[in-house]
């Protein structure tokens, strides 16, 4: 056999045990991100909310296009009180193709706030109202709901996020616009 083709023939060897090799360590990871988000699941349904977020990070490490890890970190985050990482999680879920109706109320329960904070209102056209919480009246589920924003012809709402206020905003009460 000539030494040309015994160097291609050990080459291509080489090349399929690094594929065996690679594939085999991807498999693992998989398999590392399921067991890790069952341990995670099994936490949560324990209490033990500071373990399975724990879990739940590993989850979502071992497998970061996973959505269904994500979601369920969303959930030991909300249950840590942390809206805003629970936030984050939820729109990454929902751009790794998680559906609406199954993030929603997830999304409702990170958006929550107190009467002491302010939310910010934000229109696809670009119009901003920021708002009290205290000032927005309480309905009824047989209502149609509160209007907190007049939208032009085809605008729509973008989004909602509270006011992170900074600590010269803390305790003014001038009520002067932002």
Do not use: C
Not at 20 to 33: E, P, Q, S, Y
Not at 44 to 62: C, H, Q, S, Y
Not at 116 to 141: H, N, Y
């Amino acid at each position: 056999m000539p030494l040309r083709r015994k160097y291609l023939l050990l080459a291509a060897v080489l090349y399929l045990a690094i594929a065996v090799l690679a594939f085999a360590v991807l498999a693992i990871g998989k398999g590392d991100a399921r067991a890790a988000y069952d341990r995670g699941v099994t936490a949560l349904g324990k209490g033990d909310v500071r373990t399975a977020r724990i879990e739940l990070l590993n989850a979502v490490k071992a497998d970061p296009q996973w959505p269904q890890a994500r979601l369920m970190q969303a959930r030991a985050l909300l249950a840590l009180g942390d809206g805003l990482g629970a936030e984050a999680d939820i729109s990454r879920a929902r751009d790794l193709g998680a559906v609406l109706p199954q993030t929603r109320h997830l999304m409702a329960r990170a958006l929550t706030v107190k009467d002491s904070d302010e939310i910010m209102l934000i229109t696809v056209g670009g119009q901003m109202v920021r708002t009290p919480v205290k000032q927005i009246r309480e309905a009824g589920r047989n209502t149609m709901g509160v209007k907190l924003v007049n939208l032009d012809p085809g605008d729509k709402l973008q989004a909602i996020a509270p006011v992170i206020a900074e600590p010269d905003e803390v305790g003014d009460t001038s009520g002067s616009p932002v």
